[in-house]
């Protein structure tokens, strides 16, 4: 029973996307953007079911059956200020922008602000490849869920294996307008379900008072921010959230606003919006360390599934995963149509075809991309095993390093081609040093007092697009004036 409902939910989800394509106007911009007509609400909830994965859910509750409330404190709560914060800021002038001068993408915009190729092909293949690791997030954590929501009738390749043919169906058929409408219906039900979790297993635990004594005898450290989350990492996780200015389906779903006001109600009920899905997640796994012990090391990443099977089975059990999954979706399918709107419109139609291509032609390098993104990920999928928290912090770190190409680019006048270059170059290569570095060593011996290689990153970053650009020539008027209108002022 529990695999049937999951398996409606699939089915309703597929049908809301595919419905989606009775209004396709064959267009690459209505395909890739659904024609810059999203309101305020459909905004609201395409960007925060876009944002919210995996790793919110699965990764959220078994990092905190593992270190206890603290784990809140590191993302969730940075989150519910930085984020809306960054939309404030830079969202609207985004949206500005890409409507004035056309543009379907990340890419697009860095490579016309810097006037570089160079850039815009080296920024396509790091925002692809840090973007990989939170795909993984996705279709593993949809895995993990469906084999332990069926006790293992359906095991972890098979259910990667069918939120990946769901997806892909409704992407390639109704491009962003169908991503949109599927997500809208997909954070309703994991936030609603995830309350009803909550509330469903706590009661049955005998109460939440009862369930955290019992944690407290058996568990104390988990009920405070112990020594395993210092003053140093819980600063190092603010700068995290940064992220979401480089992340290129958030900056995808910036472009498709109707008018810049449409981002205020973002603003305003994001915060709200974390709490929701934050503070039940987190409560769950710190509950599930004395209602199912002994989970090590990616095994915990499942506890919420696993608490879902011990208080809820049977029908509740499938409308709770269906949550699970709603939260793995609304993601993925955002990031692999970003990718293959950058694939089509920066590399295939800007390098293959240098600027002149049908709209028949794009939607089609669009969709065989996403196929091509999503058989990889499949398959990185079935061989990698790491923590869902470990592997979404990583990614997250790649891009929040990539701060200042998005600060710079927008706010400062100075910034130069030759600086945003160094800039990605740095985020790369640091990036990949230290990781090697601590997969190698088990560790860095330097984070162990709570430095997070964000920190580093960001510095170093900062640090190279600034100073490169101070010593090289200054963007042209004509450049100033396209980006900075106030430019053009005498």
């Given at each position: 029973m529990t695999l049937a409902v999951i398996l409606v939910y699939l089915a309703l989800v597929l049908a809301i996307g595919l419905l989606s394509h009775r209004l396709f106007r064959g267009t690459g911009e209505d395909y890739f953007l659904a024609t810059r007509t999203i309101g305020p609400f459909l905004l609201l909830m395409s960007l925060f079911g876009t944002h919210m994965t995996a790793f919110s859910l699965l990764g959220a509750a078994g990092e905190a059956y593992r270190t206890g409330v603290g784990v809140f404190a590191l993302m969730a709560s940075s989150s519910a200020l930085?984020?809306?914060?960054?939309?404030?800021?830079?969202a609207p002038r985004v949206w500005s922008l890409g409507r004035h001068h056309g543009f379907l993408t990340q890419v697009q915009y860095f490579r016309e602000r810097f006037q570089s190729d160079t850039l815009g092909l080296l920024l396509f293949v790091v925002l692809t490849a840090l973007l990989v690791p939170y795909l993984l997030i996705g279709v593993m954590g949809g895995g993990i869920a469906m084999a332990?929501?069926?006790?293992?009738?359906?095991?972890?390749?098979?259910?990667?294996?069918?939120?990946?043919?769901?997806?892909?169906?409704?992407?390639?058929?109704g491009g962003l307008r169908g991503t949109a409408w599927a997500n809208m219906f997909q954070t309703l039900v994991f936030m609603v379900l995830g309350a009803v979790t909550f509330v469903l297993i706590v009661d049955r635990a005998g109460g939440?008072?009862?369930?955290?004594?019992?944690?407290?005898?058996?568990?104390?450290?988990?009920?405070?921010?112990g020594?395993?989350?210092?003053?140093?990492?819980?600063?190092?996780?603010t700068l995290i959230p940064l992220s979401v200015a480089m992340f290129p389906h958030i900056f995808m779903h910036w472009l498709t606003a109707r008018r810049a006001s449409s981002f205020r109600l973002t603003v305003v009920a994001y915060p709200l919006f974390v709490a929701i899905v934050w503070v039940p997640s987190?409560?769950?796994?710190?509950?599930?360390?004395v209602a199912i012990p002994g989970l090590e090391g990616p095994a915990a990443n499942a506890v919420l599934?696993?608490?879902?099977?011990?208080?809820?089975?049977?029908?509740?059990?499938?409308?709770?995963g269906a949550g699970v999954f709603a939260a793995v979706m609304s993601s993925l399918d955002s990031q692999v149509l970003s990718l293959g709107t950058m694939f089509t419109?920066?590399?295939?139609?800007?390098?293959?075809?240098?600027?002149?291509?049908?709209?028949?032609?794009?939607?089609?390098?669009?969709?065989?991309?996403?196929?091509?993104?999503?058989?990889?990920?499949?398959?990185?999928?079935?061989?990698?095993?790491?923590?869902?928290?470990?592997?979404?912090?990583?990614?997250?770190?790649?891009?929040?390093?990539?701060?200042?190409?998005?600060?710079?680019?927008?706010?400062?006048?100075?910034?130069?081609?030759?600086?945003?270059?160094?800039?990605?170059?740095?985020?790369?290569?640091?990036?990949?040093?230290?990781?090697?570095?601590?997969?190698?060593?088990?560790g860095l011996p330097w984070a162990q007092d709570g430095l997070m290689p964000v920190v580093i990153l960001l510095g170093a970053s900062t640090l190279a697009l600034v100073s490169v650009s101070l010593v090289t020539r200054p963007p042209g008027d004509e450049v100033l004036a396209r980006f900075f209108p106030q430019a053009r002022q005498p």
């Open positions: 930085v984020v809306p914060t960054v939309i404030f800021l830079m332990q929501i069926t006790s293992g009738q359906v095991p972890a390749w098979a259910g990667s294996l069918l939120i990946c043919a769901v997806v892909l169906a409704y992407v390639t058929a939440l008072s009862q369930a955290l004594d019992a944690v407290g005898a058996a568990a104390p450290e988990l009920l405070v921010r020594p395993e989350i210092p003053p140093l990492k819980l600063l190092s996780f987190v409560l769950l796994g710190v509950l599930g360390r599934v696993k608490m879902i099977n011990l208080y809820a089975p049977g029908v509740m059990a499938g409308l709770l419109q920066d590399i295939v139609r800007h390098f293959g075809f240098h600027g002149r291509m049908s709209e028949q032609r794009q939607v089609l390098a669009g969709r065989l991309f996403v196929v091509g993104i999503l058989v990889v990920t499949y398959v990185l999928s079935l061989v990698t095993r790491p923590s869902i928290f470990s592997l979404g912090i990583w990614s997250f770190t790649g891009f929040a390093a990539l701060f200042p190409l998005m600060a710079g680019a927008l706010f400062w006048r100075r910034a130069t081609r030759s600086g945003a270059i160094a800039a990605v170059l740095t985020v790369a290569f640091g990036w990949i040093y230290l990781f090697v570095s601590e997969q190698r060593a088990g």
